[in-house]
């Protein structure tokens, strides 16, 4: 991995940059980054048939995933959109799937959706009862959709905004956060600032997310449950 792969190596906190770079030097033949090798197209084919993929097993909680496609990735026009959409959709606590599939319904044990930005991808994670993982399917869904119709509120909008930016803020306390910044910088052709960033977020208007979320599509669901052929 290290003679044939793209690495790159982080050091957060109080060293010696000059002393650590030359240790690491020493230690490994490290080669210049390309990043244009990380750099994926966005341009998903749509493959009408959503992979549906039940496996059982001995559980009394049922596993439902569900991973979405979008067309954009990190540093791309629409991304930030993309985020914003993830945070309302089920990004934290205030999301709709965390108030209507786990709070009204009481359709999931835990349920949040997270991106992979460098991809393009939005990937929903669920602990739900095995006899209503069809429903919590369905549910999720549904919001998707409504999402994208445009039905939320400014409300809804503007609360997402406000909890990306402070996650934004809160990140440079923690140094495993400052790391994912750091890599996704050294994607870019220009490094995007903090200001930038959070400019970016604040633009991001309804019209935006519709736009983004009409060129999404559901492309797989995965279930682990109880029962069936182990």
């Not at 992979?51 to 067309?71: H, S, T």
């Not at 009862?129 to 409504?146: G, L, N, P, V």
């Not at 609360?159 to 803020?169: G, N, P, Q």
């Amino acid at each position: 991995m290290i003679n044939n792969d793209q690495c790159s190596v982080y050091v957060v906190g109080n060293v010696e940059p000059e002393s650590v770079e030359k240790q690491i030097r020493e230690k490994f033949a490290l080669k210049p980054f390309d990043k244009h090798q990380f750099q994926h197209s966005t341009h998903h084919l749509h493959d009408e048939e959503v992979d549906y993929i039940v496996e059982y097993d001995d559980v009394d909680q049922a596993k439902l995933n569900m991973g979405y496609r979008f067309p954009t990735q990190y540093g791309q026009s629409g991304y930030a959109a993309f985020v914003v959409f993830n945070m309302m959709f089920g990004g934290d606590p205030s999301s709709v799937l965390f108030n209507e599939v786990r709070e009204k319904q009481s359709l999931a044990y835990s349920i949040h959706s997270q991106i992979d930005g460098k991809n393009g991808y939005l990937f929903v994670l669920s602990g739900v009862s095995s006899d209503k993982y069809e429903t919590a399917k369905d549910t999720i869904i549904s919001e998707f959709e409504k999402i994208k119709a445009g039905d939320f509120t400014e409300e809804k909008l503007e609360l997402a905004k406000k909890v990306i930016i402070s996650h934004r803020y809160e990140s440079e306390d923690r140094p495993k956060s400052i790391i994912e910044i750091m890599h996704n910088q050294i994607l870019l052709e220009q490094p995007q600032s903090k200001e930038t960033f959070i400019n970016d977020i604040q633009k991001v208007s309804r019209e935006d997310i519709v736009s983004v979320a009409e060129k999404a599509f559901l492309d797989t669901i995965y279930v682990l449950t109880k029962g069936g052929d182990k």
